[in-house]
């Protein structure tokens, strides 16, 4: 169904929905901007792509988040959720030791020239990086079915920037583990990132494709859902797409933005890149 102006898309029994500005059929955008939903927006959109929330493959609810690749080498694209704390900067969902569960749901359209899903990635900072990505690419080539990703401690995983821990370097361009062609398994890494002294905080959750993709390309990705353990800012059940906000103020205030339809704080590309740094991969 609709409201008012916005589609509303991505619907769990746990969750909130993560909205599109326009009605239907929903957002198609060439840019990095503003969803419908407070604290998500089209993150590094780059020339060639075209994302949105809209029904091209709709999925639960009525849509779903859509990528279409033109070829271009510079296509990327992702849906970025953060929580701004209203201050010009963000709360930590939780702690990467205590993220307890993770996954989403991710497509492929058959008349794709490279065949690839969706990829997640976790937004972190911490005590050993101000910024880093920790990326779980998806196993599946399948055309024209939803596939569901579970990302589990034993899960492959890899980190877009260096970090040098005990002499070693992990992940970036100069790792000889956690890098995209040998990645670690996501258990590994927490010891790592998060124990031994060193505290690692997840800022941001997304889902997109890109970097380097040579061929023209389309796909979709649904029901994002992740929780967290005891000791960290913990949500309570499963929650899809727009997450779940852990204190009950939370939840009152981001689904004010829904019912009484109001402008989210505007949080686009200069915003992010003050707060946490570059976004490039």
């Known amino acids: 169904m609709f409201v008012g102006a916005f589609a509303l898309l991505g619907v769990s029994a746990f969750g909130q929905t993560v909205l599109s500005v326009a009605s239907t059929p929903g957002d198609s ?20 792509a075209t994302a949105g929330i809209n029904t091209a493959f709709a999925r639960n609810g ?3 988040m859509m990528y279409k690749f033109s070829g271009a ?6 849906l970025l959720q953060t929580s701004p704390n209203g201050s010009g900067g963000f709360n930590p969902f939780g702690t990467l030791s205590n993220l307890t569960s993770w996954g989403y749901e991710s497509y492929m359209d058959g008349s794709s020239a490279v065949q690839f899903h ?14 880093n990505q920790l990326v779980f690419d998806s196993s599946f080539t399948s055309a024209d079915t939803w596939e569901q990703n579970t990302v589990s401690d034993s899960s492959l995983v890899w980190l877009s920037r260096a970090v040098t821990i005990g002499g070693i370097t992990y992940g970036g361009s100069t790792g000889t583990q956690a ?19 060193n505290v690692t905080a997840i800022y941001g959750f997304n889902i997109g494709a890109g ?7 389309t796909g979709a990705a649904d029901t994002l859902s992740y929780s967290f353990g005891s000791g960290s800012r913990a949500c309570l059940d499963g929650c899809a797409w727009h997450g779940c906000p852990c ?18 704080p505007k949080i686009g590309g200069a915003f992010l890149f003050r707060a946490l740094g570059n976004w490039e991969l």
């Open 29 to 48: 955008v060439i840019a990095n901007g503003l969803t419908g939903s407070f604290g998500w927006t089209y993150n590094d959109v780059q020339t060639g």
């Open 62 to 64: 009525n849509g779903s």
């Open 73 to 78: 080498t510079t296509a990327k694209a992702d």
């Open 118 to 131: 969706p990829s997640a990635r976790l937004v972190l900072a911490g005590t050993l990086f101000t910024f």
């Open 179 to 197: 890098i995209q062609s040998n990645p670690l398994a996501l258990g590994t890494l927490k010891g790592l990132l998060d124990g031994g002294g």
């Open 211 to 217: 970097s380097g993709v040579n061929g023209a390309w």
């Open 247 to 264: 204190t009950a103020s939370a939840t009152q205030e981001e689904l004010s933005h829904v019912l009484k339809r109001k402008a989210p």
